[in-house]
């Protein structure tokens, strides 16, 4: 019985326009290996170095490669530890509710870490697996993780015993209260109604 749903690998010529294709700007060995097809690493490291010293692909880091220098660095930054997303200050800064701003990209991970990647500067900040596990308040898009505002908040006040964040009014605080339990954290929960109490004095004012 013949099956119409056979996946079609390319063949010899169609491999890097298989990758430029892609929507991904960022992709990794493994993401190669899935669109070739290709079992072996040593052929996938061969061809890919050749497709780098050719400059038809940039090597960003070890096993993490971009079509060009357009990439989106967000992809870059949860790439190169997984699980990730980026939370913290680059959230907190874009929606409003930190005013300072922040080149580097903030990233939660396993692990502490900071890291130069060409002209991006990353930094990685540890959470327990559990938390980080979890995808409550965490939006996906093509090629990265993001946290909204709320878990963004959370994620700082779960790593930062005392921190200042300059504007509360952003936050939508039944997410705030929906996100909160993932923690298991009493101490985080004596913080938000803290943070909360505040805002509504702030508020009615």
């Known amino acids: 019985m013949n099956s119409n749903n056979t996946t079609k690998f390319p063949s010899k010529g169609e491999y890097l326009e298989t990758i430029l294709r892609s929507t991904q700007t960022v992709f990794s060995t493994e993401d190669a290996a899935l669109l070739w097809g290709e079992a072996s690493r040593d052929t996938i490291n061969h061809r890919l170095d050749k497709y780098v010293s050719k400059g038809k692909l940039l090597r960003l880091h070890r096993g993490l490669y971009a079509k060009d220098d357009q990439y989106n660095p967000l992809e870059l930054a949860t790439r190169i530890y997984k699980p990730s997303y980026v939370s913290f200050e680059t959230v907190l800064t874009t929606s409003g509710i930190n005013?300072?701003?922040?080149?580097?990209?903030?990233?939660?991970?396993?692990?502490?870490?900071?890291?130069?990647?060409?002209?991006?500067?990353i930094i990685f900040v540890r959470m327990k697996g559990y938390v980080l596990r979890d995808i409550t308040g965490i939006e996906h898009y093509d090629g990265f993780a993001i946290a909204t505002p709320e878990r963004a908040f959370l994620d700082r006040l779960y790593v930062s015993k005392n921190y200042h964040f300059d504007n509360l009014t952003v936050l939508n605080w039944d997410k705030v209260f929906e996100i909160l339990p993932i923690y298991h954290n009493k101490r985080m929960t004596r913080a938000v109604n803290k943070y909360y109490k505040q805002h509504k004095v702030e508020e009615s004012a």
């Open 99 to 121: 005013f300072q701003f922040y080149s580097s990209i903030f990233v939660a991970s396993y692990v502490n870490r900071e890291l130069q990647v060409g002209k991006q500067h």
